[in-house]
């Protein structure tokens, strides 16, 4: 349902990279947006089926039911054969997940990328196939060049790897081991300067907030291991006697609590460690399969097999119900109408010169980066790209500086009461401290603003001169 709905901020990236590349002068401001290996997807998707959110989208939604897939099939082979679907509904109770999968980003891609590696990599260990080494290699070595922040996997794939090796449990030997891992480095090695550089600006990119502790236990998803262990509790207390319980191995155990724990706790310790936070939940998004197989792991010890699947029909059940929008007729894929909001200023019959001040939504816009008369088409206004608006727009950056007050007092001044009318555009906070800034002004007094919308998180301020009596 999501997936014809506006693009928010972030996906109108993608618009842009196919529209003007990865070579745009833009984009040194954000270099990261054009190495991820995701950019194919989309170019490839709009040369298929043209330009449309859906089309756009489609890869993720692809994507990720093959990650799904290979969840469940990874599950049956670490868990149970019957825990498949429990686990499948499990991760789609998880609105992280799921959104993944209508998002025009690179973390559905992440997802299924991640989950083919260590399907491979079980294989591999329990067959001692090459062809199975050979299959790992590929994908680990894909995975890191889809986003700069999935290095810390790589601990996954090779402390299973070591737990296996050190407890007998497989007949692939250290030897064999250390060359595929000592191929899979070296085909690291670009991905690994191209991290080191991008190291060097990384605060320029941080959004989100220093982490606390209470963020990274959240960020384990305990509600689901609560829900699962109360479910199998409950479920135990009606099936008399513990016969056919099979619980999980202790390799499947390791691989399951490194899946879960190690990118939220590498992601934590990395930000409080170097003071650059990188503790988002989409950056750890390759753990959420985690949280899911530790609380089926944890539900063994407590359900005979047979009841795996009426759980899972319960579980999904209850996912469709408790993760629906009942109070809208058709589900947005998030908050940010920037296609509704395009449309109305574009209906306000605009002429050429109608000045629209657009804050930019990105957090690399700022001075110096950002400066008076910034150039257009940028990838730090990509929405303008992937929903244009008529009229005269004037960019401003993500939040305000010296020189932008004194860009903003000279068109308020003599730009803006020469037009009659104006718009200030953008995301809910930028937009709201313009409106605000620009109200205050003595030389707009007795002008009138009104907010068009709703569009969610987008915000359009219409300004328009005192009528003469």
Excluded at 155 to 162: K, M, N, P, R, S
Excluded at 421 to 444: D, K, M, Q, S
Aim: hydrophobic share 50%; charged share 15%.
């Amino acid at each position: 349902m999501p997936l014809s709905s506006s693009f928010w901020t972030d996906e109108t990236d993608a618009v842009f990279l196919v529209r003007y590349g990865a070579s745009h002068p833009s984009l040194a401001a954000s270099p990261q947006l054009a190495d991820s290996i995701y950019n194919v997807l989309p170019r490839a998707a709009q040369a298929l089926g043209g330009y449309s959110e859906t089309v756009y989208r489609l890869p993720s939604t692809l994507a990720m039911g093959l990650a799904l897939v290979l969840i469940a099939r990874l599950t049956a082979r670490l868990i149970h054969p019957e825990a498949a679907w429990f686990v499948t509904f499990a991760c789609l109770a998880q609105h992280a997940f799921y959104f993944q999968a209508a998002d025009a980003r690179p973390y559905a891609l992440g997802t299924a990328i991640m989950a083919a590696g260590l399907w491979f990599l079980v294989r591999w260990l329990d067959g001692a196939r090459w062809r199975d080494a050979l299959l790992f290699l590929v994908f680990a070595a894909l995975l890191w060049p889809v986003h700069p922040l999935y290095w810390p996997f790589y601990l996954v794939f090779a402390g299973y790897t070591i737990v296996r090796l050190v407890s007998k449990d497989t007949n692939v030997t250290w030897r064999r081991a250390a060359v595929v891992f000592a191929l899979l480095a070296l085909a690291l090695v670009p991905t690994f300067l191209e991290a080191l550089a991008l190291a060097g600006n990384a605060r320029a990119h941080v959004i989100w907030a220093m982490p606390r502790v209470r963020g990274f236990i959240d960020s384990l998803n305990p509600a689901m291991l609560g829900g699962c262990w109360a479910a199998a509790w409950i479920c135990s207390r009606f099936c008399r006697g513990s016969a056919g319980l099979a619980a999980p191995a202790r390799s499947s155990l390791a691989l399951i609590a490194l899946w879960w724990l190690c990118d939220p706790l590498c992601l934590f310790l990395f930000s409080r460690e170097t003071g650059t936070s990188v503790f988002g939940r989409r950056y750890y998004s390759l753990a959420l399969p985690g949280a899911a197989l530790a609380g089926a792991a944890l539900a063994a010890y407590y359900i005979p097999p047979r009841m795996w699947k009426p759980l899972a029909l319960v579980l999904g059940l209850g996912v469709v119900l408790l993760r629906g929008d009942w109070r809208q007729p058709w589900l947005a894929h998030a908050s940010m109408d920037w296609r509704g909001a395009a449309h109305a200023i574009n209906q306000a019959t605009l002429g050429a010169d109608t000045p629209v001040i657009c804050p930019s939504p990105f957090i690399e816009a700022r001075v110096p980066v950002w400066r008076p008369s910034y150039p257009l088409p940028s990838v730090l206004y990509a929405h303008l790209v992937a929903y244009p608006i008529r009229g005269h727009v004037v960019p401003f950056p993500f939040e305000t500086a010296p020189e932008a007050e004194r860009f903003a007092a000279a068109l308020a001044q003599s730009v803006l009461p020469s037009s009659g009318r104006f718009f200030v555009y953008g995301y809910r906070t930028n937009a709201h401290f313009w409106e605000n800034w620009f109200e205050r002004r003595p030389e707009l007094a007795g002008w009138t603003g009104h907010r068009l919308g709703p569009f969610g998180d987008v915000v359009v301020v219409e300004f328009d001169r005192p009528k003469r009596r």
